[in-house]
Nanobody, 119 residues
Framework: QVQLVESGGGLVQAGDSLRLACVASGRAFSSMNMGWFRQAPGKEREFVAA???????TYAGSAKGRFSISRDNAKNTVYLQMNNLKPEDTAIYFC?????????????WGQGTQVTVSS
């Protein structure tokens, strides 16, 4: 089992930045692929970004150029740096973990952290 706890969400204005963090416990973090997803009101959960154990990364089109995913294996933490936030980025952001997850296929999920971007 892997437990995931997200933090760093909040209410910001358009153009601001936020850094989300997700702390993992329970299994070898360094061998896990990690992802960030989001779910806006009335919409399905969607992929945002992923980083594998080799630190390869991939992003959704909406995140490219504005968001950056990184990991600190010493702290069992994955981050999502979000710059130039837009109102359409408003959503609950979820962290996910799994040995073979990438844009899909994760085994473990956090409870989420709310991000609200006002115009």
């Amino acid at each position: 089992q892997v437990q995931l706890v997200e933090s760093g969400g909040g209410l910001v204005q358009a153009g601001d930045s936020l850094r989300l963090a997700c702390v993992a416990s329970g299994r070898a973090f360094s061998s896990m692929n990690m992802g960030w997803f989001r779910q806006a009101p009335g919409k399905e959960r969607e992929f945002v970004a992923a980083i594998n154990w080799r630190r390869d990364t991939t992003y959704a089109g909406s995140a490219k150029g504005r968001f950056s995913i990184s990991r600190d294996n010493a702290k069992n933490t994955v981050y999502l740096q979000m710059n130039n936030l837009k109102p359409e980025d408003t959503a609950i952001y979820f962290c996910a973990a799994g040995p073979s997850g990438w844009k899909t296929g994760y085994d473990f999920w956090g409870q989420g952290t709310q991000v609200t971007v006002s115009s």
